[in-house]
């Protein structure tokens, strides 16, 4: 009865824990009525990780050498092979969910008259042990410029600890709760889109 009853407030904890973020930092989105169509482009310049703030360098680092120290060298090796592809994946979930819930249609490289340009700024990726997990949490700045001119910023949205779990259960791998926190972002930026089409 205990084991269960810490189980739940555990589960409740990791909710509230995890609460997604959005808001404008400038403009508003209404300058996307009447387009269908949306260019996305990833950022991971200055992305960060963990409460340490920690640079891409050195997380890939303390990565590493953590697999390396438990599974070998080859693991270490595979799971950054892994990394670069996940950062490819990370858009594709995003825009996959941003299209799922809105009108528009997103799409890296587009011919779109607007862009939006996903600057990750910090990811926790979040843990699973079993029956305990903890969510990875993203945070991006989707800045929307003009395709043609990236310099003209209509719209500047801050998203802080989008959630990235999946499912009930959890997820296993670092890098797949990572990508659903990007799918989450997507998820909630659609509503907005929405909102500022209409």
Same mark, same amino acid.
């Given at each position: 009865?205990? =084991?269960? %009853?810490?189980? *739940? %407030?555990?589960?409740?904890?990791?909710?509230?824990?995890?609460?997604? &973020?959005?808001?404008?930092?400038?403009?508003? #989105? $209404?300058?996307?009525?009447?387009? $269908?169509?949306?260019?996305?482009?990833?950022?991971?310049?200055? =992305?960060?990780?963990?409460?340490?703030?920690?640079?891409?360098?050195?997380? !890939?680092? &303390?990565?590493?050498?953590? !697999?390396?120290?438990?599974?070998?060298?080859?693991?270490?090796?595979?799971? %950054?092979?892994?990394?670069?592809?996940?950062?490819?994946?990370?858009?594709?979930?995003?825009?996959?969910?941003?299209?799922?819930? +809105?009108? !528009?249609?997103?799409?890296?490289? +587009? +011919?779109?008259?607007?862009?939006?340009?996903?600057?990750?700024?910090? !990811?926790?990726?979040?843990?699973?042990? /079993?029956?305990? &997990?903890?969510?990875?949490?993203?945070?991006?700045?989707?800045?929307?410029?003009? *395709?043609?001119?990236?310099? @003209?910023?209509?719209?500047?949205?801050?998203?802080?600890?989008?959630?990235?779990?999946?499912?009930?259960?959890?997820?296993?791998?670092?890098?797949?709760?990572?990508?659903? /926190?990007?799918?989450?972002?997507? @998820? $909630? #930026?659609? /509503?907005?889109?929405?909102?500022?089409?209409?």
């Amino acid at each position: 009865m205990k =084991t269960r %009853l810490f189980l *739940t %407030l555990f589960a409740a904890f990791t909710v509230l824990v995890s609460a997604q &973020k959005m808001k404008f930092e400038s403009g508003d #989105l $209404t300058f996307l009525k009447g387009q $269908t169509e949306l260019n996305v482009e990833m950022n991971f310049d200055k =992305t960060t990780f963990y409460n340490e703030k920690m640079s891409e360098e050195e997380y !890939i680092a &303390k990565r590493t050498k953590e !697999i390396g120290d438990d599974k070998g060298k080859a693991e270490a090796d595979k799971w %950054l092979t892994d990394w670069e592809k996940s950062k490819g994946d990370f858009g594709d979930k995003f825009i996959a969910s941003l299209n799922k819930n +809105s009108n !528009i249609k997103a799409a890296k490289n +587009s +011919s779109a008259q607007y862009t939006v340009i996903v600057e990750t700024t910090w !990811i926790y990726p979040g843990w699973f042990a /079993g029956v305990m &997990k903890q969510p990875a949490k993203v945070s991006t700045l989707l800045k929307f410029v003009e *395709t043609a001119n990236p310099g @003209k910023v209509l719209a500047v949205i801050n998203s802080q600890n989008a959630p990235g779990d999946g499912n009930f259960v959890g997820v296993a791998n670092n890098n797949d709760r990572i990508a659903e /926190g990007y799918a989450k972002t997507g @998820k $909630t #930026l659609a /509503g907005m889109v929405k909102k500022g089409m209409k």
